[in-house]
């Protein structure tokens, strides 16, 4: 069964700096690995979407890497902003079955 | 842009009542999803369908069910609610299974089961 793992749970950090969440997975066998974001009391919204077959992704300050083999993915996010505080959760779609497989998330808050 | 919508945003029920909980999206997905979250267990599958009629268990189906009668539509059903289904239920769809399909979310329903 696909486990997925984030650490660490919770992480402050001033503004301005670079940042690194990371993201494991248990079963290697995988159609593709998504990034979300979860904001207090909400529901989710996709950042970043990596399938199988690519090492990583882009989308402006925010930088998605999937290394297969190893079962691991990190999200980089550049120049961090209060704005981005909030939880976050990766999840993988496994070829197993039919529905994603969710990370506990890591909660981010960047102090002003 | 997709839309996935829940009836409640926020929902208060009694210990053995009946409650429902709808999910609505505008996108013609094939695939509709119901988890819940907890704190610190993330989120848990709960029930999914990949086309109208069908369902399948996820990783915690006991004292729930689900109906899916049209495309766009699927039910959450706690046939009698207890106090450990106080939680927050999240509804997505996504289109097919292919690798560069992404999962949209609703924005969630907090049940409390007193």
């Given at each position: 069964k696909q486990e997925v793992t984030q650490i660490p749970a919770a992480l402050s950090v001033p503004e301005g700096e670079n940042l690194v969440l990371n993201c494991s997975f248990t079963?290697?066998?995988?159609?593709n690995l998504q990034w979300f974001r979860q904001d207090p009391g909400k529901g989710l919204t996709s950042l970043l979407l990596i399938q199988s077959s690519q090492r990583e992704q882009t989308s402006g300050r925010l930088n998605a890497s999937l290394d297969k083999s190893s079962g691991r993915s990190t999200l980089y996010i550049a120049a961090?902003?209060?704005?981005?505080?909030a939880t976050y959760l990766c999840a993988v779609w496994d070829t197993g079955r039919r529905a994603l497989t969710f990370g506990s998330g890591t909660r981010l808050q960047v102090q002003p | 842009d997709v839309k996935v919508t829940q009836s409640s945003r926020y929902l208060v029920k009694r210990t053995g009542e009946k409650v429902f909980l709808e999910c609505v999206q505008d996108?013609?997905?094939?695939n509709m999803f119901w988890y819940r979250q907890d704190p610190g267990l993330g989120l848990r599958l709960i029930y999914f369908s990949y086309d109208v009629k069908m369902k399948e268990k996820g990783d915690i189906p006991e004292g729930y069910s689900v109906s899916r009668e049209k495309k766009e539509r699927f039910s959450l059903i706690l046939e009698s609610a207890s106090t450990n289904q106080t939680s927050m239920y999240l509804c997505a769809s996504r289109r097919?299974?292919?690798?560069r399909e992404t999962q949209y979310f609703g924005p969630g329903t907090r049940l409390l089961v007193l």
């Open positions: 079963d290697s066998a995988i159609y961090s902003q209060p704005g981005d505080s | 996108m013609d997905h094939e097919d299974r292919g690798p």
